[in-house]
């Protein structure tokens, strides 16, 4: 697509709860990359995915998350058993093989109640 | 030291006037400083980048000003508009190993008054 595209914009789910985040990448696009944007934060790095490579996990912050990247194509964040803390907008950016110009989606916002 | 410190957090500026953001790293492996813009409901887009190589770097209205010894770098918005309100972050990365994804800066928040 023209865009990096992502779904669903807005997921309210209850605490305990199970949450998965898609993401589609700028077809093309080798590297794939999750941030989280809590309110009046800046963007914290999760996960960074790079071709066939083992993906960089050094931002996930704790092990009830989770990513994984189909075909080199979507991404899936899946989050379990939520709680209010991970309430943020959940950014997935992708960029060229070696091109630092990344371009993000929209965001998808998760609010847990 | 994978930090990158913004200021100021937020920024009021008169139409016409300049605005001005800085910020400052420690890791001297990192060799990318981008600029991005974020309106309300969107993701953040690339406003202008530089390498270390070069002090300045101009596009239209922005500007970036780098100093390399004093690992600082900054963004000015000339002539400011009020379509230039938005969230300003800066960011930094290097090429390999754990710099090889963009290190955010915490955001100034910009309105500028017409």
């Known amino acids: 697509g023209a865009g990096v595209s992502q779904s669903p914009s807005n997921k309210v789910t209850e605490k305990g709860k199970d949450v998965e985040l898609r993401c589609d990448p700028i077809?093309?696009?080798?590297?794939l990359y999750w941030y989280r944007q809590s309110l009046g934060q800046g963007l914290e790095f999760l996960i960074y995915?790079?071709?066939?490579?083992?993906?960089?996990k050094s931002g996930l912050p704790s092990d009830r998350f989770s990513a994984e990247r189909t075909g080199g194509s979507v991404s899936t964040l899946t989050i379990q058993r939520t709680q209010q803390e991970d309430s943020a907008v959940y950014l997935c950016?992708?960029?060229?093989?070696?091109?630092?110009?990344?371009?993000f989606g929209s965001g998808t916002r998760l609010t847990v109640v | 030291q994978q930090q990158v410190k913004q200021s100021p957090q937020s920024l009021i500026v008169q139409k016409g006037g300049i605005s001005i953001i800085n910020c400052a790293y420690e890791?001297?492996?990192?060799?990318?400083f981008p600029w991005y813009q974020q309106f309300p409901g969107k993701g953040p887009a690339l406003l202008i980048a530089?390498?270390?190589?070069?002090s300045e770097k101009k596009e239209g209205r922005f500007t970036i000003s780098f100093n390399k010894s004093a690992k600082q770098f900054s963004l000015h918005i000339m002539d400011s508009q009020p379509g230039d309100s938005a969230t300003y972050f800066c960011?930094?990365?290097?090429?390999?190993?754990?710099?090889?994804?963009?290190?955010f800066g915490t955001g100034t928040l910009l309105a500028v008054q017409p």
């Open positions: 950016a992708s960029s060229l093989q070696g091109n630092y110009g990344y371009t």
């Open positions: 077809s093309g696009h080798t590297a």
């Open positions: 995915f790079q071709g066939n490579s083992a993906p960089d």
């Open positions: 890791n001297t492996a990192f060799d990318y």
């Open positions: 530089i390498r270390p190589d070069v």
């Open positions: 960011a930094a990365s290097g090429y390999g190993g754990a710099t090889n994804k963009l290190i």
